[in-house]
């Protein structure tokens, strides 16, 4: 067929790899240079986890995609996943029902091998958190971070090579678009081409801070791997120092409500809370100096999960967003997924992330996500 993608970002930019490769001839559109600067998709690094609480496939879906990130750094030049290992830390004992204690127990059912840890092992191990601040958790060494702007300029010349046409242009009327398929992969702007979709897929702005730490020594990753800090009820999590000298930290909350075009500015309290907790939990970092913050948007769909389904009226088109903050990691499957629910191939995960403006209340996708109904 012939297919047109709007959005380049890792929905879209997968999605024309897979569909190229199965034979198709594809167009991708975006609104700016790929990777476009206020994607989400385009940050120095997003965190790649198996640990999805009590959710089979979740969790499933992110064991084979963990596989391809190890597949991907293989072909490529240099890796651009970096397997650190991960660390969930609670401040009270693991609890059944907690998004530490469920994925412990469901990772440990399939078979993974983890470290479990108490407030002595955390402070040995792991000295930059203040002793007593995490009392319980585990070390999973499976997982890690991945370069997510790089991986976008990596996957992008993968699909001009493949022969995906790329255009930089603003899509405003999918009507004009001449092509057997149209799949809108516009992440939080997909509502602006289709505004049906308001109510199901939010805008939701989450802080993200920069911090350039005094002694870096003290967050390699050996010692500060990728974490979640009570990460279901602080939202906190973070990355070990780059190789700038960058200790990244942000929240994966509620968030701030936002409009898809208003500029986007750290909230102060964000900030605060921020420090209020890095004096608790990472006193090193309380006072470090913030080289960079920003405010990335999240397409919230009202249950957590993704949005990749075909429109129910137009039968050429589908949609696929709604990344709820927690899709990069998925990127070496999003691909074959899109492809498989766009051409209507039976997937297991169809009705997960079926067409579902029914949805009213706003409940947890993703056990790690702080606040909202579980
Ligand atoms: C702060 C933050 C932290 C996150 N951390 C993680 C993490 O640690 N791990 C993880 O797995 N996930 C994480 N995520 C989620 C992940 O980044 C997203 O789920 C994923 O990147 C969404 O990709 P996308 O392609 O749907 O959207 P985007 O990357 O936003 O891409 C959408 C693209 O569509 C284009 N576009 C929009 N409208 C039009 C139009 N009309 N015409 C042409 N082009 C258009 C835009 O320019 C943009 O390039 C995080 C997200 C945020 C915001």
Request: glycine share 10%; net charge negative.
């Given at each position: 067929m012939n297919i047109t993608i709007?959005?380049?970002?890792?929905?879209?930019?997968t999605a024309a790899l897979e569909l190229r490769r199965r034979g198709h001839g594809v167009s991708l559109f975006d609104d700016g240079p790929i990777p476009h600067p206020l994607a989400e998709s385009t940050d120095i690094s997003k965190v790649v986890r198996i640990d999805?609480?009590?959710?089979?496939?979740?969790?499933?879906?992110?064991?084979?995609?963990?596989?391809g990130w190890r597949r991907w750094n293989a072909r490529w030049r240099r890796p651009l996943f970096h397997e650190t290992g991960v660390t969930?830390?609670?401040?009270?004992p693991m609890q059944p029902g907690g998004f530490e204690h469920e994925s412990y127990a469901l990772l440990a059912r399939r078979g993974h091998a983890?470290?479990?840890?108490?407030?002595?092992?955390?402070?040995?191990?792991f000295p930059a958190y203040r002793p007593g601040a995490l009392v319980d958790g585990y070390f999973n060494r499976e997982g890690g971070w991945a370069e997510s702007r790089a991986v976008v300029v990596e996957l992008i010349s993968e699909a001009i090579a493949a022969g995906v046409a790329v255009g930089t242009t603003r899509v405003e009327d999918l009507e004009l678009l001449r092509a057997e398929l149209v799949i809108v992969c516009a992440g939080a702007w997909a509502p602006r081409l289709l505004p049906e979709l308001a109510t199901s897929i939010v805008p939701v702005g989450q802080p993200v801070f920069h911090l350039r730490p005094r002694d870096p020594s003290l967050y390699t990753a050996d010692r500060f791997p990728v974490f979640g800090a009570d990460i279901a009820t602080t939202g906190y999590y973070g990355f070990p120092v780059n190789a700038d000298g960058i200790v990244k930290i942000a929240n994966h909350g509620t968030g701030h409500p936002v409009t898809?075009?208003?500029?986007?500015?750290?909230?102060?309290?964000?900030?605060?809370?921020?420090?209020?907790?890095?004096?608790?939990?990472?006193?090193?970092?309380?006072?470090?100096?913030?080289?960079?913050?920003?405010?990335?948007?999240?397409?919230?769909?009202?249950?957590?999960?993704?949005?990749?389904?075909?429109?129910?009226?137009?039968?050429?088109?589908?949609?696929?967003?709604?990344?709820?903050?927690?899709?990069?990691?998925?990127?070496?499957?999003?691909?074959?997924?899109?492809?498989?629910?766009?051409?209507?191939?039976?997937?297991?995960?169809?009705?997960?992330?079926?067409?579902?403006?029914?949805?009213?209340?706003?409940?947890?996708?993703d056990a790690a996500r702080a606040g909202g109904a579980a």
């Open positions: 709007v959005g380049g970002g890792i929905f879209g930019v999805y609480g009590a959710d089979p496939d979740y969790t499933a879906l992110a064991e084979r995609s963990l596989d969930f830390l609670a401040r009270t983890l470290e479990r840890m108490d407030a002595d092992a955390i402070a040995q191990r898809r075009d208003e500029q986007r500015v750290v909230p102060a309290a964000a900030e605060d809370e921020l420090r209020a907790f890095l004096a608790d939990v990472i006193p090193g970092l309380a006072d470090a100096p913030i080289v960079d913050r920003r405010l990335c948007v999240y397409a919230d769909t009202r249950d957590g999960h993704f949005w990749i389904a075909r429109h129910p009226h137009r039968t050429n088109l589908v949609v696929a967003t709604g990344g709820s903050g927690h899709a990069f990691k998925f990127a070496p499957e999003l691909g074959p997924l899109i492809a498989d629910l766009a051409l209507g191939v039976p997937h297991p995960l169809a009705g997960k992330f079926r067409w579902r403006p029914e949805l009213a209340e706003q409940t947890r996708g």
